[in-house]
């Protein structure tokens, strides 16, 4: 029985959930930009292109079994789904904002009746309930921002990430309500009952994540610096050392190191006397 995925469409979260899936060696082919839904063709999974605020219920309701969305659109959508893997991209935060010339800057002043404008109504509902505020909340689809200027609402309770767009709208952020990222989520009951192959899926989407923050470093140094070498690379299971053909004072070595620390690690083995020093990029890592 083919796996049904969902992926977001179109906006933020679109790019990088596909180029995850890709990396991971699932072969969308070529026009999948254009379609509603693939079939991989290397594996038994569909993946179903759509709006990264419907896979949440698409998932609950298990008309989908694994879906790439943001937490907050899981919180909004009130979806019971198992939150598998977060995948460190998409980061934001939903939180309160009100025009520069608004009078209040804490939660508590807000006075009762205000109007606030959001694209997520169910969690600012629960928000301002949970507060003991009584607050009208407006519906909005998009541009929440420039609501309060419209008249529309008094302030908006909108996602920031950089604060730029806020700032750009002469609005202030007073108060985070929630914190988000894009995470892999599964239905519960495809999840005990196909779990091996929704583990597979996300086993491959880590190892991408995994191999993208590490690099391969080969190089030949000389066998009598050998133990400062081992000493520079703490890391996963320190160097594998092999003999080279023909040569006693050099060995060959092979690690895999953070790519934060190549620069570092390139440097300090030439100046141990490696010669030949390699650096490549690694597609998946299983730890
Ligand atoms: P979309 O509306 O399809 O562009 O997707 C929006 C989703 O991207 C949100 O629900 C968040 O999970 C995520 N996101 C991350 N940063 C931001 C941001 N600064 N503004 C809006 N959405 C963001």
């Known amino acids: 029985m083919v796996l049904r995925m969902a992926v977001p469409n179109k906006g933020r979260l679109n790019e990088r959930a596909v180029e995850l899936l890709v990396k991971s060696g699932l072969d969308l082919g070529e026009d999948w930009g254009r379609k509603l839904y693939v079939k991989v063709r290397n594996k038994d999974i569909e993946v179903i292109f759509v709006r990264a605020q419907d896979i949440p219920s698409f998932v609950d309701s298990g008309a989908i079994d694994i879906g790439i969305t943001g937490q907050d659109q899981i919180a909004n959508a009130g979806a019971d789904v198992e939150e598998i893997l977060p995948l460190d991209f998409g980061h934001c935060r939903l939180s309160v904002a009100v025009p520069e010339s608004y009078p209040y800057r804490k939660i508590e002043d807000i006075p009762d009746g205000s109007r606030v404008a959001t694209s997520f109504v169910n969690v600012t509902k629960k928000f301002f309930e949970s507060v003991g505020k009584k607050v009208s909340v407006i519906e909005v689809t998009g541009a929440a921002e420039i609501m309060p200027y419209m008249n529309v609402s008094d302030f908006i309770v909108d996602l920031v990430s950089s604060g730029s767009t806020l700032k750009t709208n002469r609005l202030v952020e007073i108060h985070p309500i929630l914190y988000s990222q894009a995470v892999a989520i599964a239905n519960r009951k495809s999840l005990s009952e196909r779990g091996e192959e929704i583990l597979d899926v996300i086993?491959?989407?880590?190892?991408?994540?995994?191999?993208?923050?590490?690099?391969?470093?080969?190089?030949?140094?000389?066998?009598?610096?050998?133990?400062?070498?081992?000493?520079?690379?703490?890391?996963?299971?320190?160097?594998?050392?092999?003999?080279?053909?023909?040569?006693?004072?050099?060995?060959?070595?092979?690690?895999?190191?953070?790519?934060?620390?190549?620069?570092?690690?390139?440097?300090?083995?030439?100046k141990l006397g490696g010669k030949g020093i390699l650096t490549l990029p690694i597609d998946r890592l299983v730890l």
């Open 203 to 270: 086993n491959a989407i880590r190892s991408v994540m995994n191999a993208e923050s590490k690099k391969y470093l080969m190089a030949d140094v000389p066998k009598s610096r050998l133990k400062d070498v081992e000493a520079m690379f703490p890391g996963l299971a320190g160097p594998t050392v092999m003999n080279i053909a023909g040569r006693d004072d050099m060995v060959a070595i092979h690690v895999v190191i953070d790519a934060k620390d190549i620069y570092d690690a390139v440097n300090s083995l030439q």
